[in-house]
């Protein structure tokens, strides 16, 4: 991916997150909110992600990734036992996913399976 692809694909995801965490009902909002914010054309959403639900379940993926982050560092939270450290993580994560419910079951699912997180 060429860097001005990356950068397209960046803004998209970044401005889903924002609208993500604007709007109470995720479903609500419109490709062409994200494009607007993203300052990219309403295409860009098909070329990066084949549709608006893909870039959805991408932006919520990221926004459970970076709660997840500060859990995964081996420094993190070396106060607390590996089974609480364990417990937080999966709160933490559990919180985001559980407020974007229908769009977080490809990504979690998909997770899970694979061992990405």
Known sequence: MVPQERSTREKLI?????????????????????????GVGLGAINYHFSSK???LNE????LINQTAAPWLTDAAHQELSPRK??????????RVASRYPKISRLPIAHTLR???L
Do not use: F, M, N
């Open 14 to 38: 970044q401005a889903t997150q924002q609208l993500l965490q604007e709007e109470p009902d995720p479903e609500s909002i419109t490709a062409r909110q994200i494009t607007r914010r993203a």
């Open 53 to 55: 639900d893909h870039l």
């Open 59 to 62: 932006a919520v993926l990221k």
């Open 85 to 94: 450290q364990l417990r937080q993580l999966l709160l933490e994560t559990a």
């Open 114 to 116: 694979e061992g990405s």
